[in-house]
């Protein structure tokens, strides 16, 4: 008898299991919420704006033309890289007020915005060895000093990005 039931036992087991299967049960199955994926997107676009110490103001060549200050520009997406991005790129230049709160003295030179929103016009600024975007702006300091360089870049969705950066001019 001990046999027969031991027999009964080896073949029915395996039958169950076939039959009943190993997934999750229907009510397990019922009560799961879908997963939401974020869009692939959205880390990168432009989260922030950084000028380089590349930038400088620099004198023209063999003492010809106005001196120009070369803005080197970075945009970093939310995985801190370096991106291109579609936009317009803002450059204010302002006195740097001494011993201040507000280290932005009054408002020299604001410089026509660059419209990058082509990609003829994002490629013909961008630099790819640097990983960023260069700008020559023309500038004549007054007598030296120290000038605070501000970038602003308004992508197509309006976020305004802003960096500042401290720049001196020698006599």
Do not use: H
Request: with cysteine; net charge positive; proline share 9%.
């Amino acid at each position: 008898m001990k046999a027969v039931c031991n027999m009964a036992a080896m073949v029915c087991l395996p039958s169950l299991c076939l039959i009943a299967g190993c997934g999750p049960s229907p009510a397990a199955q019922t009560t799961t919420k879908p997963m939401s994926l974020p869009q692939p997107t959205v880390g990168f676009t432009p989260a922030r704006i950084a000028i380089t110490p590349w930038t400088e103001i620099k004198a023209p060549a063999q003492g010809e033309g106005k001196r120009q200050i070369r803005v080197f520009v970075r945009l970093l997406d939310a995985f801190v890289s370096d991106i291109k991005s579609p936009g317009a790129f803002r450059f204010e230049l302002y006195e740097k007020a001494p011993r201040s709160v507000e280290p932005r003295g009054k408002r020299l030179m604001i410089w026509p915005d660059f419209d990058l929103t082509v990609a003829e016009q994002n490629n013909a600024f961008w630099r790819d060895f640097v990983r960023s975007y260069e700008f020559a702006l023309d500038f004549e300091p007054a007598n030296g000093g120290t000038y605070i360089l501000e970038a602003t870049f308004i992508p197509p969705q309006g976020k305004r990005l802003t960096a500042q950066y401290l720049l001196s001019a020698s006599k």
